[in-house]
């Protein structure tokens, strides 16, 4: 049956809250769980990945298949997290998979297998690795030049070693509109993940689902009919979802005016709350420490952007000119003002490829003269690796101003006198053994050197580096290729399984159809792995695979 | 004429940096959004170009956000490769959103002092540019 647009009108009138769970994987692992226990919320977010994450757990599958996601993930949710998730009803949408997402989603099965949560169900995400499709692209016309330096892949002769590209909001809105718990998506760009919550949560993804939509249509397109700026809450979910997706950055952490934080040791996570007329407020968990407030807010809008005419994200270009932010009252600010652009024609791809060989070393200098010291110690080590020709050595004099522009530092390395230098060499190097001969040059220094060098430990081991690869492609190439899964331990009866997503639509909403909604026939075929892939007629959502599958 | 004096960007702005490949961006918020013309007249591309000599190798952008009164300043080239093949301690960029505040920067003397910038020096340990430009 043909629903039309106004029939889908959602009402909200309390917002809808959605946490940060932290900033990078590597944050301070079990603080979701605080924030959960603390504080109501209808969705947790979590962003692990940064540029480079990928490419490390591409590394780490290769070494064990069943690795290559964020950790820390496993950490918080055993410590009390997936009990929390599951008590409180909190939907967590998190790009923990990585390189595996299908793994990670096994974990958190397990995960809530072990407190008695059998019919969790967790979706999964994938297809935004594009590596194993490398060849068929660059056959068809996608040349995937390095857009920062021009260079072309086919000029580079390099092994391209991991290759991700950052799928937009629509998937997560389809995972949760089926009735996912919990989503663990490989990468997923940071603002999408609270984007796609509030696709799911404002009706968009259902109004998508009556029209016949597919998902990957750009998802202005999904807004129901009285939403009469769809480009715009968009824009204002986008930045609502960059805001919080680095933590505690936003409620106190990293701030110019850091001596006004109160209690940094117990800093809360974020919180976003998104209203009805698609204001954001910026609030913080309950507790513990931190602050949030307009100057704070305004470091996180400005944080890690280009030109802020246009903030591009899969899902709308945000104009971030002229969003105002202002206090509202204690540790709550309120947002307003984005405007939104079509979404790009094309997506941002993660790259790696490999690099040379690196190594890092430090030593402590102390006594008079400590930078003479120090400076000796450079040249000597400098002299003893001359015969390496493609060795390249940084030195860092620690303590002399490393953190200024180098000829701001020149200028001042004569006034400075300071007690103790710690001397830093990074190096690099196309031969591992270049890097070798460097480990071992290191620690000699304290005996062969001159007098108050110390500070010295085991020879590091060589380490291959990846080199950054940022390119773009189509988003066709991309998006018809998105899987979505559904795993879940159990079978699940029909009659709970009807109208599931609505019923379970989180707290806060208002559907003015449920009634209606819950006459309509819906079956799902009720198997454990439940495959819900788009075909590829790009027109119709169908559910093409039933099969069992052991978990 | 009026007077050019040089301040401490921190009696200025507040700010932070972060990396994009081996870009990294600098927004710098007035601490009065009606602060922010001086702002914008004081830190330029050309100023920014002078105070990270060859620390940066690319362009240099600067994009006012008046709904915030800040600017944004992306310094391109400017880790040392990015953050994973940087040989630099602070491969990311996190640092320079906080080392720049101590950098002095012209204001006009009149206009600053009429909308209340502290003209004062807060810190020994800034380095005046006035000599270099």
Same mark, same amino acid.
């Given at each position: 049956m043909a629903v039309s647009k106004s029939d889908v009108a959602v009402l909200f009138e309390e917002p809808i809250r959605i946490g940060s769970g932290g900033g990078f994987w590597g944050d301070r692992p079990l603080a979701p769980v605080d924030l959960l226990k603390s504080d109501d919320l209808d969705y947790m977010i979590i962003d692990y990945l940064a540029e480079l994450t990928l490419s490390i757990m591409t590394k780490q599958k290769r070494r064990d298949p069943s690795s290559g996601w964020a950790t820390d993930l496993e950490l918080w949710l055993a410590a009390g997290g997936i009990d929390a998730l599951r008590k409180k009803s909190v939907k967590l949408v998190t790009n923990a998979g990585g390189a595996?997402?299908?793994?990670?989603?096994? $974990?958190?099965?397990?995960? /809530?297998?072990?407190?008695?949560?059998?019919?969790?169900?967790?979706?999964?995400?994938?297809?935004?690795?594009?590596?194993?499709?490398?060849?068929?692209? *660059?056959?068809?016309?996608?040349? *995937?030049?390095?857009?920062?330096?021009?260079?072309?892949?086919?000029?580079?002769?390099?092994? $391209? $070693?991991?290759?991700?590209?950052?799928?937009?909001?629509?998937?997560?809105?389809?995972?949760?509109?089926?009735?996912?718990?919990?989503?663990?998506?490989?990468?997923?760009?940071?603002?999408?993940?609270?984007?796609?919550?509030?696709?799911?949560?404002?009706?968009?993804?259902?109004?998508?689902?009556?029209?016949? *939509? %597919?998902?990957?249509?750009?998802?202005?397109?999904?807004?129901?009919?009285?939403?009469?700026?769809?480009?715009?809450?968009?824009?204002?979910? %986008?930045?609502?979802?960059?805001?919080?997706?680095?933590?505690?950055?936003?409620?106190?952490?990293?701030?110019?005016?850091?001596?006004? !934080?109160?209690?940094? /040791?117990?800093?809360? *996570?974020?919180?976003?709350?998104?209203?009805?007329?698609?204001?954001?407020?910026?609030?913080?968990?309950?507790?513990?420490?931190?602050?949030?407030?307009?100057?704070?807010?305004?470091?996180?809008?400005?944080?890690?952007?280009?030109?802020?005419?246009?903030?591009?994200?899969?899902? !709308?270009?945000?104009?971030?000119?002229?969003?105002?932010?202002?206090d509202e009252s204690e540790d709550v600010v309120i947002v307003k003002g984005a405007i939104g652009k079509p979404e790009p024609k094309s997506l941002k791809v993660s790259a790696a490829v490999e690099g040379g060989w690196f190594a890092s070393s430090s030593l402590l200098v102390s006594g008079p003269h400590a930078i003479a010291r120090a400076n000796a110690c450079d040249l000597a080590l400098r002299a003893r690796l001359s015969a390496l020709e493609e060795l390249e050595i940084h030195t860092e004099f620690i303590g002399s101003g490393v953190t200024l522009p180098k000829n701001i530092r020149q200028e001042l390395f004569p006034l400075l006198n300071p007690p103790e230098i710690m001397l830093r060499w990074a190096v690099t190097s196309p031969n591992r053994r270049d890097i070798t001969d460097f480990t071992q040059e290191v620690a000699p220094l304290v005996l062969t050197g001159p007098a108050g060098v110390g500070g010295y430990g085991a020879r590091p081991k060589p380490r291959r580096q990846l080199q950054f690869w940022p390119t773009l492609i189509s988003r066709k190439s991309v998006e018809s290729l998105v899987k979505i899964e559904l795993l879940t331990h159990l079978h699940i009866s029909a009659e709970s399984e009807r109208f599931h997503f609505i019923r379970r639509r989180t707290r806060g909403f208002i559907s003015r159809l449920q009634d209606e909604l819950d006459e309509r026939e819906w079956t799902r075929p009720l198997v454990k792995k439940l495959g819900w892939e788009r075909n590829d007629s790009i027109t119709d959502l169908t559910i093409q695979k039933e099969k069992e599958v052991e978990i | 004429m009026s007077e050019t004096v040089w301040i401490p960007l921190s009696n200025l702005a507040h700010g932070r940096s972060g990396d994009k490949g081996d870009s990294f961006n600098i927004g710098l918020i007035a601490h009065k959004k009606m602060w922010l013309e001086i702002l914008e007249l004081s830190v330029t591309p050309k100023l920014l170009d002078q105070w990270y000599g060859d620390s940066v190798t690319g362009l240099i952008s600067v994009w006012p956000m008046p709904g915030i009164g800040a600017i944004n300043c992306l310094l391109r080239g400017g880790l040392g490769g990015g953050a994973t093949t940087s040989l630099r301690l602070d491969a990311q960029g996190k640092i320079w959103g906080q080392s720049i505040l101590r950098m002095r920067v012209p204001v006009n003397k009149k206009q600053a002092e009429e909308l209340g910038v502290p003209l004062n020096n807060q810190s020994e340990n800034q380095w005046d540019m006035s000599h270099i430009l």
């Open positions: 595996n997402p299908e793994s990670c989603a096994r $974990m958190v099965l397990e995960q /809530a297998s072990k407190i008695g949560w059998h019919e969790c169900k967790v979706a999964v995400i994938s297809g935004d690795d594009i590596l194993p499709r490398l060849d068929y692209l *660059l056959a068809n016309g996608e040349d *995937l030049t390095h857009f920062e330096t021009g260079e072309k892949l086919s000029d580079n002769g390099v092994e $391209m $070693m991991s290759a991700n590209a950052y799928l937009g909001a629509g998937p997560i809105a389809s995972a949760l509109e089926i009735g996912a718990d919990i989503i663990i998506t490989g990468r997923v760009a940071d603002a999408s993940l609270l984007v796609g919550c509030m696709l799911h949560s404002a009706g968009w993804a259902y109004n998508a689902f009556q029209l016949g *939509l %597919t998902r990957e249509s750009p998802v202005v397109d999904w807004a129901p009919q009285h939403i009469t700026n769809p480009l715009d809450v968009l824009a204002q979910w %986008t930045i609502a979802g960059h805001l919080i997706e680095c933590g505690a950055q936003v409620s106190g952490g990293n701030y110019s005016n850091w001596g006004e !934080v109160p209690n940094l /040791a117990t800093l809360t *996570l974020p919180i976003a709350e998104i209203y009805l007329n698609s204001d954001v407020k910026i609030t913080r968990g309950k507790a513990g420490g931190g602050m949030v407030n307009r100057k704070i807010v305004a470091e996180q809008l400005i944080y890690e952007i280009g030109d802020p005419e246009e903030y591009i994200t899969p899902d !709308v270009i945000v104009d971030m000119r002229n969003i105002s932010i202002e | -």
